[in-house]
Protein backbone atom coordinates (compact mmCIF):
# COMPACT_ATOMS: atom_id res chain seq x y z
CA UNK A 1 0.00 0.00 0.00
CA UNK A 2 1.15 3.40 -1.09
CA UNK A 3 0.66 6.61 1.16
CA UNK A 4 -0.31 9.96 0.66
CA UNK A 5 0.16 13.43 2.77
CA UNK A 6 -3.15 14.66 3.60
CA UNK A 7 -3.15 18.57 2.54
CA UNK A 8 -0.50 20.38 4.80
CA UNK A 9 -1.52 18.93 7.54
CA UNK A 10 0.54 15.77 9.28
CA UNK A 11 -1.57 12.94 8.44
CA UNK A 12 -0.07 10.15 5.99
CA UNK A 13 -3.24 8.74 4.19
CA UNK A 14 -3.06 5.38 1.81
CA UNK A 15 -3.83 5.90 -1.33
CA UNK A 16 -7.04 3.51 -0.97
CA UNK A 17 -9.53 4.61 1.35
CA UNK A 18 -12.66 2.21 2.81
CA UNK A 19 -16.12 3.80 1.82
CA UNK A 20 -18.63 2.74 4.23
CA UNK A 21 -21.83 3.96 2.93
CA UNK A 22 -23.47 0.95 2.55
CA UNK A 23 -23.03 -0.06 5.85
CA UNK A 24 -26.45 -0.79 7.19
CA UNK A 25 -27.78 -1.03 3.64
CA UNK A 26 -25.95 -3.34 1.17
CA UNK A 27 -24.05 -4.30 3.46
CA UNK A 28 -24.73 -6.35 7.07
CA UNK A 29 -23.13 -5.38 10.48
CA UNK A 30 -21.12 -8.93 10.33
CA UNK A 31 -19.87 -8.25 6.75
CA UNK A 32 -18.88 -4.63 7.40
CA UNK A 33 -16.71 -6.15 10.06
CA UNK A 34 -15.42 -7.80 7.74
CA UNK A 35 -14.69 -5.67 5.81
CA UNK A 36 -12.74 -3.21 8.52
CA UNK A 37 -10.49 -6.18 9.44
CA UNK A 38 -9.86 -6.93 5.60
CA UNK A 39 -8.61 -3.58 4.93
CA UNK A 40 -6.46 -3.37 7.61
CA UNK A 41 -4.47 -6.28 6.89
CA UNK A 42 -3.89 -4.67 3.18
CA UNK A 43 -2.53 -1.14 4.72
CA UNK A 44 -5.40 0.95 4.32
CA UNK A 45 -5.53 3.12 7.32
CA UNK A 46 -7.98 5.57 6.27
CA UNK A 47 -12.16 5.24 6.48
CA UNK A 48 -14.68 7.30 4.96
CA UNK A 49 -18.15 7.98 6.46
CA UNK A 50 -21.31 10.09 6.98
CA UNK A 51 -23.68 11.36 9.52
CA UNK A 52 -26.55 10.86 6.57
CA UNK A 53 -25.19 7.28 5.81
CA UNK A 54 -26.45 4.71 4.97
CA UNK A 55 -27.40 4.83 1.68
CA UNK A 56 -29.73 5.39 -0.12
CA UNK A 57 -30.84 8.46 2.70
CA UNK A 58 -33.79 7.20 4.65
CA UNK A 59 -34.67 8.16 8.30
CA UNK A 60 -34.71 5.04 9.15
CA UNK A 61 -31.02 3.72 8.44
CA UNK A 62 -29.63 7.75 8.87
CA UNK A 63 -26.34 7.04 11.13
CA UNK A 64 -26.26 3.64 11.04
CA UNK A 65 -22.89 3.49 9.04
CA UNK A 66 -21.71 5.64 11.70
CA UNK A 67 -22.87 3.46 14.67
CA UNK A 68 -21.68 0.02 12.74
CA UNK A 69 -18.16 1.47 12.57
CA UNK A 70 -18.06 2.67 16.09
CA UNK A 71 -18.81 -0.64 17.69
CA UNK A 72 -16.29 -1.64 15.64
CA UNK A 73 -13.93 0.42 17.75
CA UNK A 74 -15.15 -0.64 20.32
CA UNK A 75 -14.89 -4.57 19.94
CA UNK A 76 -11.29 -4.27 18.19
CA UNK A 77 -9.61 -1.46 20.48
CA UNK A 78 -7.85 0.26 17.43
CA UNK A 79 -9.24 3.63 17.23
CA UNK A 80 -5.85 4.81 16.72
CA UNK A 81 -4.93 2.95 14.18
CA UNK A 82 -7.54 4.25 11.30
CA UNK A 83 -7.81 8.20 10.06
CA UNK A 84 -11.10 8.43 10.16
CA UNK A 85 -12.93 10.99 8.10
CA UNK A 86 -16.96 11.84 8.38
CA UNK A 87 -19.16 14.42 6.83
CA UNK A 88 -21.86 16.66 7.90
CA UNK A 89 -24.88 17.26 5.92
CA UNK A 90 -24.93 20.50 3.84
CA UNK A 91 -28.40 22.12 3.12
CA UNK A 92 -31.52 19.43 2.34
CA UNK A 93 -34.62 21.44 3.53
CA UNK A 94 -36.36 17.99 2.53
CA UNK A 95 -34.58 15.85 4.94
CA UNK A 96 -36.40 17.29 7.71
CA UNK A 97 -35.14 13.94 9.33
CA UNK A 98 -31.71 15.09 9.94
CA UNK A 99 -31.82 18.35 12.57
CA UNK A 100 -35.15 19.54 10.84
CA UNK A 101 -33.36 19.75 7.57
CA UNK A 102 -30.08 19.80 7.62
CA UNK A 103 -27.65 23.31 7.59
CA UNK A 104 -23.68 24.58 8.44
CA UNK A 105 -24.99 27.17 11.32
CA UNK A 106 -22.94 26.93 14.36
CA UNK A 107 -25.74 24.80 15.80
CA UNK A 108 -26.18 22.94 13.62
CA UNK A 109 -22.47 22.12 12.89
CA UNK A 110 -22.08 21.78 16.86
CA UNK A 111 -25.47 18.95 16.63
CA UNK A 112 -23.62 16.95 13.91
CA UNK A 113 -20.08 16.59 15.38
CA UNK A 114 -21.97 15.68 18.81
CA UNK A 115 -24.21 12.93 16.96
CA UNK A 116 -20.98 11.94 15.17
CA UNK A 117 -18.74 11.36 18.03
CA UNK A 118 -21.21 9.90 19.82
CA UNK A 119 -22.08 7.19 17.18
CA UNK A 120 -18.81 6.36 16.20
CA UNK A 121 -17.76 6.40 20.29
CA UNK A 122 -14.92 8.01 19.58
CA UNK A 123 -13.24 11.39 21.17
CA UNK A 124 -12.72 12.89 18.06
CA UNK A 125 -12.58 13.20 14.12
CA UNK A 126 -9.46 13.06 12.26
CA UNK A 127 -10.84 14.76 8.81
CA UNK A 128 -14.59 16.49 9.07
CA UNK A 129 -16.09 17.22 5.65
CA UNK A 130 -18.67 19.36 4.53
CA UNK A 131 -20.91 16.53 3.15
CA UNK A 132 -22.29 19.38 0.48
CA UNK A 133 -22.64 23.14 0.50
CA UNK A 134 -24.68 25.46 2.50
CA UNK A 135 -25.65 27.51 -0.69
CA UNK A 136 -27.81 26.36 -3.15
CA UNK A 137 -24.96 25.13 -5.08
CA UNK A 138 -25.92 22.14 -7.35
CA UNK A 139 -22.28 20.53 -6.45
CA UNK A 140 -23.83 16.53 -7.49
CA UNK A 141 -22.83 17.02 -11.12
CA UNK A 142 -25.01 18.61 -14.07
CA UNK A 143 -23.93 19.78 -17.84
CA UNK A 144 -24.50 23.94 -17.47
CA UNK A 145 -24.49 26.23 -14.12
CA UNK A 146 -27.52 27.72 -12.67
CA UNK A 147 -26.82 30.81 -10.10
CA UNK A 148 -28.30 30.37 -6.65
CA UNK A 149 -29.74 33.17 -4.03
CA UNK A 150 -27.53 34.52 -1.61
CA UNK A 151 -29.48 33.13 1.23
CA UNK A 152 -26.46 30.71 2.99
CA UNK A 153 -23.93 30.47 6.22
CA UNK A 154 -20.48 32.99 4.66
CA UNK A 155 -17.83 30.80 4.32
CA UNK A 156 -16.23 32.56 7.54
CA UNK A 157 -18.74 31.85 9.92
CA UNK A 158 -18.48 27.96 8.72
CA UNK A 159 -15.14 27.89 9.55
CA UNK A 160 -15.43 30.09 12.53
CA UNK A 161 -17.47 26.97 13.79
CA UNK A 162 -15.32 24.64 13.17
CA UNK A 163 -12.62 25.72 14.37
CA UNK A 164 -14.33 25.81 17.77
CA UNK A 165 -14.06 21.78 17.34
CA UNK A 166 -10.63 22.24 16.18
CA UNK A 167 -9.23 24.08 19.08
CA UNK A 168 -11.41 21.42 21.64
CA UNK A 169 -9.90 18.53 20.04
CA UNK A 170 -12.97 16.94 18.38
CA UNK A 171 -11.65 18.04 15.06
CA UNK A 172 -8.40 17.61 13.97
CA UNK A 173 -8.47 18.45 10.12
CA UNK A 174 -11.24 19.65 7.86
CA UNK A 175 -12.28 19.37 4.04
CA UNK A 176 -15.18 20.01 1.32
CA UNK A 177 -16.69 17.72 -0.89
CA UNK A 178 -19.47 18.10 -3.85
CA UNK A 179 -17.61 21.50 -3.71
CA UNK A 180 -16.94 24.14 -6.41
CA UNK A 181 -13.11 26.13 -7.78
CA UNK A 182 -14.57 28.89 -5.91
CA UNK A 183 -15.62 27.25 -2.94
CA UNK A 184 -12.66 25.90 -2.14
CA UNK A 185 -10.66 29.10 -3.32
CA UNK A 186 -13.32 31.04 -1.01
CA UNK A 187 -12.60 28.62 2.51
CA UNK A 188 -9.30 28.67 1.79
CA UNK A 189 -9.15 32.97 1.39
CA UNK A 190 -11.03 33.29 5.03
CA UNK A 191 -8.70 30.37 6.68
CA UNK A 192 -5.45 32.24 5.84
CA UNK A 193 -7.12 35.96 6.68
CA UNK A 194 -8.52 35.34 9.97
CA UNK A 195 -6.18 32.34 11.01
CA UNK A 196 -8.56 29.72 10.51
CA UNK A 197 -8.21 25.91 9.60
CA UNK A 198 -7.34 25.42 6.54
CA UNK A 199 -9.22 22.97 3.97
CA UNK A 200 -6.82 19.62 3.67
CA UNK A 201 -9.35 18.03 1.04
CA UNK A 202 -12.20 17.91 -1.72
CA UNK A 203 -14.22 14.68 -1.92
CA UNK A 204 -15.89 14.90 -5.34
CA UNK A 205 -17.02 12.61 -7.77
CA UNK A 206 -14.09 11.14 -10.44
CA UNK A 207 -13.88 8.77 -13.16
CA UNK A 208 -13.31 8.04 -16.36
CA UNK A 209 -16.80 9.15 -17.28
CA UNK A 210 -16.85 12.14 -14.97
CA UNK A 211 -13.85 14.27 -15.36
CA UNK A 212 -15.46 17.50 -14.41
CA UNK A 213 -12.32 18.20 -11.86
CA UNK A 214 -10.22 18.44 -14.49
CA UNK A 215 -12.04 21.83 -15.44
CA UNK A 216 -10.81 24.25 -12.78
CA UNK A 217 -10.36 21.94 -9.41
CA UNK A 218 -7.69 20.17 -10.57
CA UNK A 219 -5.47 23.51 -10.64
CA UNK A 220 -6.52 23.82 -7.36
CA UNK A 221 -5.77 20.57 -5.71
CA UNK A 222 -2.11 21.31 -6.78
CA UNK A 223 -1.20 24.67 -6.40
CA UNK A 224 -3.14 24.78 -3.27
CA UNK A 225 -2.47 21.19 -1.95
CA UNK A 226 -6.26 20.21 -1.34
CA UNK A 227 -6.03 16.73 -3.03
CA UNK A 228 -9.14 14.79 -3.98
CA UNK A 229 -10.56 12.31 -2.59
CA UNK A 230 -11.74 10.98 -5.22
CA UNK A 231 -15.31 9.20 -4.98
CA UNK A 232 -17.74 6.38 -7.20
CA UNK A 233 -14.57 5.92 -9.57
CA UNK A 234 -16.31 2.78 -10.81
CA UNK A 235 -19.41 5.01 -11.58
CA UNK A 236 -21.27 3.25 -9.02
CA UNK A 237 -20.60 -0.23 -10.85
CA UNK A 238 -21.38 0.68 -14.37
CA UNK A 239 -17.43 0.87 -15.38
CA UNK A 240 -17.02 -2.60 -14.07
CA UNK A 241 -20.26 -3.75 -16.98
CA UNK A 242 -22.66 -4.71 -14.38
CA UNK A 243 -25.60 -3.17 -15.94
CA UNK A 244 -24.12 -4.00 -19.37
CA UNK A 245 -27.50 -4.25 -21.85
CA UNK A 246 -29.97 -3.47 -18.80
CA UNK A 247 -28.62 -6.06 -16.66
CA UNK A 248 -30.23 -5.94 -13.16
CA UNK A 249 -27.69 -8.19 -10.50
CA UNK A 250 -29.42 -9.54 -7.35
CA UNK A 251 -28.58 -7.49 -4.80
CA UNK A 252 -27.11 -4.63 -7.15
CA UNK A 253 -27.46 -1.21 -6.16
CA UNK A 254 -29.76 -0.21 -9.14
CA UNK A 255 -31.82 -2.89 -8.57
CA UNK A 256 -32.50 -2.31 -5.24
CA UNK A 257 -32.45 2.00 -5.49
CA UNK A 258 -32.88 3.12 -9.02
CA UNK A 259 -30.74 5.69 -7.70
CA UNK A 260 -27.54 5.77 -10.30
CA UNK A 261 -28.98 8.19 -12.67
CA UNK A 262 -25.89 10.35 -12.46
CA UNK A 263 -24.84 7.60 -15.36
CA UNK A 264 -27.67 7.30 -17.67
CA UNK A 265 -28.03 10.60 -19.56
CA UNK A 266 -27.21 11.21 -23.60
CA UNK A 267 -23.83 9.65 -24.17
CA UNK A 268 -23.20 7.77 -20.55
CA UNK A 269 -24.11 3.98 -22.22
CA UNK A 270 -21.88 4.59 -24.93
CA UNK A 271 -18.86 5.52 -23.12
CA UNK A 272 -19.14 3.62 -20.43
CA UNK A 273 -18.93 0.38 -22.84
CA UNK A 274 -16.68 1.86 -24.58
CA UNK A 275 -14.33 1.51 -21.34
CA UNK A 276 -15.25 -1.57 -20.71
CA UNK A 277 -14.50 -3.04 -23.96
CA UNK A 278 -11.15 -0.51 -23.47
CA UNK A 279 -9.90 -2.55 -20.81
CA UNK A 280 -10.28 -5.83 -22.33
CA UNK A 281 -8.41 -5.01 -25.29
CA UNK A 282 -5.54 -3.98 -23.26
CA UNK A 283 -5.73 -6.90 -21.22
CA UNK A 284 -6.95 -5.83 -18.21
CA UNK A 285 -9.95 -6.10 -15.86
CA UNK A 286 -12.74 -2.93 -16.26
CA UNK A 287 -11.67 -2.32 -12.56
CA UNK A 288 -8.20 -2.28 -12.66
CA UNK A 289 -8.13 -0.04 -16.11
CA UNK A 290 -11.10 2.20 -13.60
CA UNK A 291 -9.38 2.48 -10.62
CA UNK A 292 -5.88 2.60 -11.42
CA UNK A 293 -6.79 5.50 -14.24
CA UNK A 294 -7.61 7.74 -10.87
CA UNK A 295 -4.89 6.78 -8.47
CA UNK A 296 -2.30 7.81 -10.65
CA UNK A 297 -3.71 11.36 -11.75
CA UNK A 298 -1.59 13.64 -9.77
CA UNK A 299 -4.32 15.80 -7.72
CA UNK A 300 -5.64 12.80 -6.29
CA UNK A 301 -4.89 12.06 -2.58
CA UNK A 302 -6.64 8.64 -2.42
CA UNK A 303 -9.62 6.45 -4.03
CA UNK A 304 -12.45 5.98 -2.33
CA UNK A 305 -13.63 2.20 -2.95
CA UNK A 306 -17.25 0.82 -1.50
CA UNK A 307 -18.02 -2.93 -1.89
CA UNK A 308 -21.23 -4.98 -1.25
CA UNK A 309 -18.92 -8.47 -0.80
CA UNK A 310 -15.69 -9.42 -0.07
CA UNK A 311 -14.96 -10.77 -3.19
CA UNK A 312 -15.62 -6.80 -4.74
CA UNK A 313 -13.46 -5.66 -1.72
CA UNK A 314 -9.89 -7.75 -2.31
CA UNK A 315 -10.34 -7.27 -6.60
CA UNK A 316 -11.08 -3.63 -6.41
CA UNK A 317 -7.68 -3.44 -4.02
CA UNK A 318 -5.59 -5.46 -6.17
CA UNK A 319 -6.92 -3.01 -8.87
CA UNK A 320 -4.64 -0.54 -7.83
CA UNK A 321 -1.55 -2.62 -8.22
CA UNK A 322 -2.06 -2.48 -12.09
CA UNK A 323 0.89 -1.28 -13.40
CA UNK A 324 -0.22 2.19 -15.66
CA UNK A 325 1.56 2.47 -18.84
CA UNK A 326 1.98 5.18 -21.45
CA UNK A 327 0.16 2.46 -24.21
CA UNK A 328 -2.87 2.86 -21.54
CA UNK A 329 -2.49 6.87 -21.10
CA UNK A 330 -2.83 6.93 -24.71
CA UNK A 331 -5.43 4.92 -25.48
CA UNK A 332 -7.87 6.20 -22.13
CA UNK A 333 -6.79 9.67 -23.70
CA UNK A 334 -7.91 9.45 -27.16
CA UNK A 335 -11.37 7.76 -25.93
CA UNK A 336 -11.95 10.69 -23.63
CA UNK A 337 -11.45 13.28 -26.70
CA UNK A 338 -14.28 11.47 -28.19
CA UNK A 339 -16.27 11.06 -25.21
CA UNK A 340 -15.80 13.57 -23.07
CA UNK A 341 -17.07 13.60 -19.62
CA UNK A 342 -20.29 12.38 -20.31
CA UNK A 343 -21.80 11.43 -16.35
CA UNK A 344 -20.42 14.98 -14.56
Same mark, same amino acid.
Given at each position: ???? &? ?19 ? %? ?38 ? =????? =? ?80 ? =? ?48 ? %? ?44 ? &? ?19 ? =? ?26 ? &? ?12 ? %? ?32
Amino acid at each position: MKYS &PLGRTDLSVSRVCLGTMMYGS %QVSQADAWDQMDYALTRGINFFDTAEVYAIPPRPETQGAT =ERIIG =EWFRARGNRQDIILATKAAGRADFMDWIRGGPRHTRDHLDAAVEGSLKRLQTDYIDLYQLHWPDRRYNGFGFHHYSDYDADY =ESFLSILESLDRHVKAGRIRHVGVSNESPYGVMKFLSEAEKHGLPRIASI %QNAYSLVSRAFDYGLAEVALREDVGLLAYSSLAQGYLIGKYRDGAL &PEGARKTLYQRLNRYEGPGGE =EAINRYVDLAAELGLKPEQLALKFVDQR &PFVTSTIIGASSMT %QLIDDIDAFDTVWTDEIDKAVFKLHLSHPNPCP
